[in-house]
């Protein structure tokens, strides 16, 4: 166990922000763990990473930061027929890009085993622990209800030197899968379900993603848990609310052994509507393709956030805004929505980009000619670009409406409408095909009204985007919307049936300003009007450029 002492002279001036910053002063102030604070973020590798681990990272990385303590990443790989490498590294990934600095410390609970072991060993002969041949169904039908007792196992009994003998035959390998497990003798007749004879070890011959065939007995998370925080010097392990009626059993288990105790403190864990966040779940999305991998961008995956467009900054804001509490409860996705806006909008460079264009011919305009455009108005530094204009250029087709209702203030037959940094345009001819479909607009411009420059002073009430056609870069668009219908799909027996059908849709001809051939995999623009978008990393290619809408401009969903 280091010693990282918070130095007194220097002590972390700030307001408690939370509930666990609180008992954090306490145990400082009471000199409790001698001024050391650690952490850690210990996963299962056997999924991505998702929102409400996200939350984890912030609060314990937070914690650790603040306090000058230490922060670990570990891994806790104690189920080999679940854990994957593919996940261990994408939980690197997603630690680092959320900016959880672990510097070097990475650990493996595999790497434990050992000492596990050695410890399960210690607990047989203080007589606190025995070797019972009851296959699960039988200790599960043995383990009583709330208002009955459990009944103790006919091997609870067995001599030190018997049980010894069985759980090193177990390790060697000498009993089929479930034939034995190892059980701490605890209370079968214990109110708390967990202190009935809890199952420490179980054999399982599999081969592990790290260890490879050297174990063929694995522990239990119950068992494993509290063991490695107490291995790794953990200060505060801190966890989410269903651990609470664990911690007697961590408890019993690091007192029986007279090990390095660290203090486990719950938290509630993050809800998000409109999706789901069970690892089971996920996996269940991927493995039967209702998405497109654990990165597609509607899934509530870091990577699929990452890739989605959404900034660490703005993940680690919203943990912020959510901040942390002793009750569950269901927070609403539009505040992370918020949190993502609220970053791009400071951080975006604008572009004009038209999704579904339509063609307007400006029939008074001949030769071309570069019009000035603002970055980024929210940041002065970021200064203006040049955007060609020219003759034929695209605007979006729901900014012309042949029939328009009363309110409508962009292009109509005989109407003006300015076109943004450039002039102000009027429809004169409406061009259709055989079927009755607009595929062209006859406009003229007004040389006079020219942005910034011109003398007239005529005002018109709708501003639209354009691009011009010649000019005009291809890309495909996809646009994201919730992947579920209802609020709280998690809690639905039938949840797959609640994919929302429409959560995905796929322009094939947008057409943008051409600084944005340049763009690099994951550059982040405001496409004027149309939302925030980024490069696509996965189906971009040298000949084609992929955009996802990452959030739109407002909140679409609040009625
Ligand atoms: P499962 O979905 O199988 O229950 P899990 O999400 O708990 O798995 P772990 O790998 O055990 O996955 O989680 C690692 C850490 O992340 C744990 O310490 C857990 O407390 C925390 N965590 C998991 N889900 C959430 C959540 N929704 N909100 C906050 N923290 C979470
Ligand atoms: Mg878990």
């Avoid at 854990?83 to 680092?96: A, F, H, L, M």
């Avoid at 400006?362 to 019009?371: F, K, P, R, S, V």
């Amino acid at each position: 166990m280091e010693e990282t002492k918070n130095t007194n002279e220097n002590p972390v001036e700030r307001k408690p922000k939370n509930f666990i910053y609180e008992i954090i002063d306490e145990d400082n102030k009471n000199d409790k763990w001698g001024g050391r604070v650690h952490t850690r973020f210990p996963p299962e590798p056997n999924g991505y990473l998702h929102i409400g681990h996200a939350k984890s990272i912030c609060l314990n990385y937070g914690i650790a930061r603040d306090y000058n303590g230490k922060f670990n990443l570990r891994f806790d790989d104690t189920n080999p027929e679940k854990e994957e490498q593919e996940y261990v590294d994408s939980i690197v990934e997603d630690v680092k890009w959320l900016g959880g600095d672990f510097g070097d410390r990475v650990f493996y609970a595999s790497d434990y085993f050992e000492q596990m072991y050695q410890w399960a060993v210690e607990l047989i002969k203080k007589g606190k622990a025995y070797v019972c041949d009851l296959n699960a169904e039988e200790i599960r039908a043995s383990r009583g209800t709330l208002t009955e007792q459990g009944k103790e196992s006919a091997y609870r009994n067995r001599s030190v030197e018997e049980n010894l003998d069985l759980l090193e035959r177990m390790r060697k390998g000498e009993f089929e899968n479930g034939a034995k497990t190892l059980r701490a003798k605890i209370d079968m007749a214990s109110p708390n379900f967990n202190m009935r004879d809890p199952i420490m070890y179980r054999i399982v011959h599999a081969d592990h993603h790290r260890q490879g065939k050297d174990w063929c007995i694995y522990p239990t998370y119950d068992w494993a848990h509290g063991n490695e925080d107490s291995i790794e010097g953990i200060t505060h392990s801190i966890c989410t609310l269903e651990f609470q009626n664990h911690r007697p059993l961590y408890d019993w288990f690091l007192d029986s052994l007279g090990v390095y105790h660290p203090q486990q403190i719950e938290f509630a864990r993050l809800n998000l509507s409109y999706t789901v966040m069970s690892k089971r779940k996920l996996l269940q999305l991927v493995k039967e393709n209702f998405v497109d991998g654990w990165d597609d961008p509607r899934m509530p995956t870091i990577s699929g956030y990452r890739r989605r467009g959404y900034t660490a900054e703005s993940i680690r804001n919203f943990a912020e805004i959510i901040g942390v509490a002793k009750r569950d409860a269901l927070t609403d996705i539009s505040l992370l929505e918020f949190a993502v806006r609220d970053d791009l909008n400071k951080n975006a460079q604008r572009a004009m980009a038209v999704l579904k264009p339509i063609k307007v011919v400006l029939t008074n305009y001949e030769g071309e000619e570069n019009l000035e455009a603002v970055n980024n108005p929210e940041n002065p530094n970021a200064g203006m670009r040049l955007v060609p204009f020219s003759k034929e250029l695209y605007i979006e087709e729901n900014d012309f409406m042949e029939n328009p209702p009363k309110g409508f203030h962009r292009l109509i037959p005989g109407g003006e409408v300015r076109l943004r940094y450039a002039y102000i345009i009027k429809c004169e001819e409406v061009i259709k095909d055989d079927d009755g479909n607009v595929v062209e607009l006859r406009c003229t411009y007004d040389k006079e009204t020219k942005s910034g420059t011109g003398t007239s002073t005529k005002k018109v009430k709708g501003v639209i985007h354009w691009v011009s056609a010649k000019d005009a870069v291809d890309a495909e668009v996809r646009l994201y919307d919730r992947l579920f219908v209802v609020e709280n799909p998690g809690t639905e027996e039938d949840w797959l049936s609640k994919i929302n059908p429409q959560s995905l849709e796929i322009i094939s001809n947008a057409k943008i300003e051409p600084f944005i051939r340049n763009a690099k995999q994951q550059d982040k623009f405001q496409f004027e009007r149309m939302g925030y978008f980024c490069v696509d990393t996965k189906y971009t290619t040298p000949g084609k450029l992929v955009f996802n809408r990452t959030v739109t401009l407002k909140d679409s969903w609040k009625k």
